[in-house]
């Protein structure tokens, strides 16, 4: 090991080899020791004490590839990405007309469950109209089951995705969407929704700016929709509280 890495980051923050040693509840001597060479070869133990203390990594305090970044480095680095993704917002472009809806109704109604059984849902097939007058056709009915996390969520609904608008929340095509119904949208704020505008359903992020919905893609190549609140024919559904790949 070399100890000049550690003993750089040390002077850097001007600190003592007693302070260091108290911030990794180590003694002055083992501390001191190291910080000299003394102890070329530290136990994994000691070197995860004093990384903790002084807020780095092991691999960092080695020298090894990848953890070049001290922990000052990582904070301006921080700062820096979100400086970043401040400007790429502040940039990216507005559409104010429809894009091709990215969802579709699957279960609109559901069954009381069985104590300790999963929710089921109606799947049905939809058009892209009123989700609750045009269902398909009765035909081809099926049932799915709405997993028991997302049913103590208040989830009543499931929805498809379709396309990859929503790739970046982890949302692909083909998963099930399970959704609780909400009908204010301030309370939905910020959150994923289904939502009906003009007769089309989409999920995406609701946001508000002053009297205009924006609805955000989690994908660079789809720009946020952005209507004025009163001349748009808009509906909420509900938020969508997880989905096929969600593990939380």
Not at 163 to 177: K, P
């Amino acid at each position: 090991m070399d100890s000049s890495r550690l003993r750089g980051l040390v002077d850097e923050r001007r600190l003592t080899y007693s302070q260091v040693a108290e911030l990794a509840g180590l003694t002055d001597e083992t501390v001191g020791r190291i910080m000299r060479g003394t102890t070329p070869n530290p136990g994994v133990d000691t070197l995860e004490k004093i990384a903790n203390g002084l807020g780095v990594t092991v691999g960092w305090i080695l020298g090894e590839q990848g953890f070049e970044f001290s922990a000052n480095d990582r904070v301006e680095l921080r700062r820096f990405i979100d400086r970043a993704e401040e400007l790429l917002k502040a940039t990216q472009p507005e559409r104010k007309e429809l894009e091709s809806p990215n969802v579709s109704a699957v279960a609109l109604g559901r069954r009381k469950p069985p104590r300790a059984a999963p929710r089921r849902g109606r799947v049905t097939p939809a058009s892209a109209t009123d989700w609750r007058e045009s269902f398909g056709d009765r035909r081809e009915d099926r049932e799915a089951d709405i997993p028991q996390q997302f049913a103590e969520r208040g989830a009543k609904h499931i929805f498809r995705a379709e396309g990859d608008s929503m790739i970046g929340e982890r949302i692909a095509d083909g998963d099930l969407l399970y959704v609780a119904e909400e009908s204010d949208p301030r309370r939905a704020r910020g959150r994923i929704v289904v939502c009906i505008v003009d007769g089309s359903p989409y999920v995406k992020r609701l946001e508000f700016a002053g009297r205009k919905i924006r609805l955000v893609s989690a994908n660079e190549r789809f720009a946020p929709m952005v209507f004025d609140e009163e001349s748009v024919n808009w509906s909420l559904i509900g938020i969508v509280v997880g989905w096929s790949h969600d593990t939380r």
